[in-house]
């Protein structure tokens, strides 16, 4: 099956500083891709969708100055938490959808730390 | 709003167990329903799916029937195994399969 990679798996940063994740589509090219977000003990929250080669598709209440989505790849997806803060402290995880699949595959995730 | 919720976990079966995992939906339209299972240390892997009332998913011994009536789509599993341990999640999506709602995610722990 199609496999959806990410890095860092875990990653501990300062608070003030910007962390940036990848997401990679392996054995696909991933037109559409997504950023979840999840809390312990809760469901994955949609944080944005994006589209290769455009901007990204923020939910509501999302801070889109603060989580910069580059999709500038049929295979690469970039989440970038910016100035970030205790609170952002989480568990990020993308998937990936080719034209014309339904499908989302996802990756494995990224637990973010920050002090 | 639309929303999935599922049985809090973790629930702890002896292997051989029946299995069942609850999951209740609130939704605008006329959802497709998701179940989707975790491994540690690995992503989200689709187990089986329902697209209309009445459907049933089934895969690897797992199977979920779409109950529009009761807004449904528990788990069940005869016989579950060690290997079956892992985070099950329920999910639903409308329309255009971009946005998906997850339910919190239920444990399984099989002893053996």
């Known amino acids: 099956g199609a496999v959806v990679s990410q890095h860092p798996s875990w990653v501990i940063c300062k608070s003030g500083t910007s962390v940036k994740i990848e997401c990679r589509s392996l054995?696909?090219?991933?037109?559409?891709m997504f950023w979840y977000r999840q809390f312990p003990k809760q469901s994955l929250m949609l944080m944005a969708t994006s589209n290769e080669g455009s901007k990204a598709t923020y939910e509501q209440g999302v801070e889109k100055d603060k989580f910069l989505i580059n999709h500038a790849s049929l295979t690469l997806s970039t989440l970038t938490v910016t100035s970030a803060h205790p609170e952002d402290s989480s568990f990020y995880i993308c998937?990936?959808?080719?034209?014309?699949?339904?499908?989302?595959?996802f990756g494995p995730g990224t637990r973010l730390t920050v002090l | 709003g639309d929303s999935v919720t599922q049985m809090e976990g973790p629930v702890t079966l002896s292997e051989e167990a029946f299995l069942t995992i609850n999951c209740t939906y609130t939704?605008?339209?006329?959802?497709?329903l998701f179940w989707y299972v975790q491994y540690p240390g690995e992503g989200l892997q689709l187990l089986l799916k329902a697209t209309k009332a009445d459907d049933k998913g089934s895969n690897k011994g797992f199977e979920a029937t779409y109950r529009k009536e009761t807004t449904s789509f528990h788990l069940e599993k005869g016989s579950v195994q060690v290997s079956d341990s892992a985070v099950y999640f329920c999910a639903l999506t409308l329309y255009n399969f971009n946005k998906f709602y997850f339910g919190s995610g239920t444990k399984l722990n099989v002893k053996p």
């Open positions: 054995d696909f090219q991933a037109t559409t």
């Open positions: 998937s990936a959808r080719e034209a014309g699949n339904n499908e989302q595959f």
């Open positions: 939704a605008t339209g006329y959802p497709s």
